[in-house]
């Protein structure tokens, strides 16, 4: 089945088809499957349709919508797999990853009527999409005959453009708040998620991560209901959520905020080297694009929200501190991948 574009609906109110260069170029360079001289990903679609196929072949007790909302959700760019999922699912002699594996949320979107005074966050469309993903990390998985090495991290992208959206200034207070309420609301859902996974598939935990698991729910004033199942259930995948760099997810989903950075700015030239040599573009990343697309804006009206080179280190330190709390995983620093993707200006 080709997915496509059909599927993109819903609680986005905007395009879900490319709309920055640079995440064209980095879906050429890192992400579109060759087989010698042979094209065979011909477009985004083809992408998505044979990631989505690989996926779910391995599930196949699931019921007939699973695959549909898989494939909903990455096309839609909400979910984003494993950078080598994404780049060799589906293709000959892929061999699924345990070691680190890596699943993306989108936070940007989950944004309606984004720069607009209705613009809101979807809470419920969020918790729907972290129980879809940490479905398939357990179904990579077990295809991959566990884990191995590090942990999974089902992290986030795209904070900063979220918040520019709402209308709410990454630098500020009110940025901070914001960032830590999707935090939370994040947390929760995870939490939840793979407990529920633990009552169906069994649990993973011991009794340690159990117990810090509780703690967290008390932190997250979780009903005691809920708490009560992860004693009793316990957790399919812990430590689980993560504050990570993923630069490369981060660049071909529209080239959004690499996880809780703030947006590069507008204009900004990139290079990119993949197997294919190298290419360079001038972008400026999903929040300004659609900002200037939406409103028809004229290159001489600057844009109004913070990006790196006004978020000041006081501004980037105050979401750190708003979101480090309510994650498992938090990585010391989020660099560029240098060997990848080189970014100047």
């Known amino acids: 089945m080709d997915f496509g574009f059909r599927y993109r609906h819903g609680v986005h109110a905007m395009q879900a088809s490319f709309v920055d260069p640079a995440a064209v170029e ?181 009794d340690a991560l159990i117990k810090a698991a509780l703690h967290r729910a008390e932190r997250l004033e979780l009903a005691p209901a809920q708490r009560q199942r992860v004693c009793r259930h316990g957790l399919r995948l812990a430590p689980l959520t993560a504050i990570a760099a993923q630069p490369r997810l981060a660049l071909v989903a529209n080239n959004v905020a690499d996880a809780i950075a703030p947006l590069s700015g507008e204009k900004v030239p990139y290079q990119i080297v993949g197997a294919n040599g190298q290419r360079r573009v001038t972008a400026s990343g999903f929040a300004i694009t659609l900002w200037r697309q939406l409103g028809a804006r004229a290159d001489e009206t600057a844009f109004p929200f913070s990006t790196a080179a006004t978020a000041g280190d006081d501004g980037v330190a105050r979401i750190r501190a708003a979101m480090t709390p309510w994650f498992d995983q938090i990585a010391d620093a989020l660099p560029q991948d240098t060997d990848r993707l080189t970014v100047s200006g």
């Not at 477009?43 to 909302?69: F, G, K, M, Y």
């Not at 909400?78 to 594996?101: K, Y």
């Not at 993306?104 to 966050?121: D, E, Q």
């Open 26 to 206: 980095a879906w050429d360079a890192w992400f579109r499957w060759r087989e010698g001289n042979e094209l065979r990903d011909v477009t985004i679609d083809a992408t998505w349709s044979r990631v989505t196929r690989a996926l779910c072949a391995l599930a196949p007790t699931e019921p007939a919508q699973h695959e549909q909302q898989v494939g909903e959700a990455i096309s839609s760019w909400r979910l984003l797999p494993d950078a080598r999922v994404l780049a060799g699912a589906g293709q000959r002699h892929f061999v699924w990853p345990s070691d680190a594996l890596y699943v993306g949320i989108n936070l940007a979107r989950f944004v309606s009527l984004p720069f607009t005074a209705k613009a809101s966050f979807q809470h419920q469309a969020l918790a729907e999409i972290a129980r879809l993903a940490l479905r398939l990390i357990d179904d990579m998985y077990l295809a991959a005959d566990g884990p191995a090495g590090a942990p999974p991290q089902l992290g986030i992208l795209g904070l900063a453009d979220a918040l520019a959206m709402l209308g709410v200034d990454y630098a500020s207070e009110a940025g901070a708040q914001t960032a830590a309420q999707i935090a939370r609301e994040f947390a929760a859902a995870s939490l939840e998620a793979t407990c529920e996974l633990a009552a169906e598939r069994g649990n993973r935990a011991s």
